[in-house]
C-alpha cells in the first residue's frame, strides 16, 4: 500500500527554521516526483517546490525561492524540505505528493490535481 507521511511540523518564532519529511512507503520512490504542497486557512492549496525522480530538478515557488530546500534520499524513501528564514505567511498545513514518472526524470508536474498519492500534511505555524 503505497503511504507518504509528513513529520517535522509545529510552532517556530519568525527566522526560525523547521525541516520536513516525507516518509514513504510501498513503491519505489526513483518512479516518483515530489511535490510539497501548503494551504494556509481561508486559502486555496498552493504549490511550494517540486523534486524530480532524479533528484536533478528542482522548482520553487517564488514566495520560498531562497529560504526552502526541496531534497530527497531515494535509499531511505524519504523527502525533504528544509525551511529557513521562516515568516508569518509561511504558516500553513504542508503536504507531500508523488506521482509515477519514468525512472531518473528529470519531469515533474507542478499541478497538483496531477498528483496521484497524498500525505495527511503537518501544521507549521510561524509565530512570535
Known amino acids: 500500500q503505497l503511504q507518504l507521511v509528513e513529520s517535522g511540523g509545529g510552532l517556530v518564532q519568525p527566522g526560525g527554521s523547521l525541516r520536513l519529511s516525507c516518509a514513504t512507503s510501498?513503491?519505489?520512490?526513483?518512479?516518483?516526483?515530489i511535490g510539497w504542497f501548503r494551504q494556509a486557512p481561508g486559502k486555496e492549496r498552493e504549490g511550494v517546490s517540486f523534486?524530480?525522480?532524479?533528484?536533478?530538478?528542482?522548482n520553487y515557488a517564488d514566495s520560498v525561492k531562497g529560504r526552502f530546500t526541496i531534497s530527497r534520499d531515494n535509499a531511505k524513501n524519504t523527502v525533504y524540505l528544509q525551511m529557513n528564514s521562516l515568516k508569518p505567511e509561511d504558516t500553513a498545513v504542508y503536504y507531500c505528493?508523488?506521482?509515477?514518472?519514468?525512472?531518473?526524470?528529470?519531469?515533474?508536474?507542478?499541478?497538483?490535481?496531477?498528483?496521484?498519492?497524498w500525505g495527511q500534511g503537518t501544521q507549521v505555524i510561524v509565530s512570535s
Open positions: 505528493a508523488a506521482v509515477r514518472v519514468a525512472y531518473y526524470s528529470t519531469y515533474f508536474p507542478k499541478n497538483e490535481y496531477e498528483y496521484d498519492y
Open positions: 523534486i524530480s525522480s532524479s533528484a536533478t530538478s528542482t
Open positions: 510501498g513503491f519505489t520512490l526513483g518512479y516518483y516526483a
